[in-house]
């Protein structure tokens, strides 16, 4: 079966790596889209640690190599070529929106955590429990905006979440133009400096995953 | 060979990397069905997978 | 792995090992097996019963504190909601203790609903 790593803008560069099962890649050329994908000598994928490692491996030299690249997510495979093409063409013209966008960025991540005493709400009563509350949900989101809107300004396209429930009060990422990446470092320096209280991980860059749709923020 | 980073910066890192890989990234509507359904409950330790990548690594400065 | 991420943390400021652990709790790496070892079913269920519990707490009370925002709900709704709340909370503590549930065994991974919470 044909075992789909990525999407991408032709022309496209295999690069010479192994994908899963050691196999080779292959380029589908579909016009306006190519896809990189493997024929794989079996009938189900089980997310192995091996397969996945191996997939995020294939689709990092693949974004690596090309200029507007769309990972694909782990598991989807096909019969053959015309299977693909025609889910492809299903979805070409989003898909090749998605390319556009995407093209020369690479994603950055960001996860905040806000150390938390763990303990129960303390309140006099059911009014101070919901005003106790509602603060901290306010207080949650005014933090999260603080930093998200700032790295949101320098990307192409953002995606956030704020749970105002858990520690892990920001979960962004961001689509940020190769070239300018080195800011875009700098800035979440800066803003981890601001906030010596909080603990911030910046990770990537990262191939588009959450970008590989034409409206980001879709899961 | 692969210097050994404090283990809370790989399994952050390994933690996002795996995010995307399974639940990120574009789907079409393939054909065949091949990984998990979305409301499969199999559950793989991070353990077993930092061990992977060590023994990966391994194979990678024994070959190419 | 390709040895280019280790090069992938960007920047990491404080307690990363909590972040793992929270990041690893929430599920986005893969869903969590729900205890079902029949030696230990009835702590399964309660696993499970006391996850959907908790999901539904927390749906109900981001829906009660948007409308106390909004301001449509009256001061008597307000204190009731709020008592309400407080003793779900306390009761969700002692039944978690009473199975030796931790916060961690609580969490299934939602996909796309988990945005909702």
Redesign the interface.
Known sequence: ?L??YA?SEPPTDAPDVLGLDETPLAVERMGDIDAVVGALDR???E????A??D???V???VAEANVAV??????????DGP??RS??G??SAE?TR?LDLVRGCSE??L?V?A?SDGA??V?A???????T??DE?RRTERLADELHEPLAALARAATK?V?A????VLSAAYLVPRDTLADF?AL??EL?AGH?D?????????PP??F??AEPGA? | MSEHLPAAQQDVTLLELVDRVLNKGVVLTGDITLSVADVDLVYVGLRVLLASVATLEQGEAGGA | MTRRDEERLLYGAGDLDALAAELDRVGTALPRRINADPEHVERGLAQLVLTLVELLRQLMERQALRRMEQGSLTDDEVERLGETFMKLEQRMEELKKEFGLEDRDLNLNLGPLGDLL
């Open positions: 079966m075992y789909l999407l009938a189900r994928v997310p192995s640690e091996r996945i490692l997939h995020a491996r689709v990092a030299a769309l990972p694909a997510r782990f598991g989807r495979g096909f019969t299977a693909l889910a492809v299903e979805r898909l998605a950055l991540a996860r955590l150390p129960s709400t309140a009563s059911g009014r101070d429990y919901m005003r509350r509602l949900q979440s749970a429930g858990s520690e892990l470092e979440v320096t981890g010596p909080l603990t911030i991980a910046c990770t990537g860059p990262w995953y959450s590989a749709t899961a």
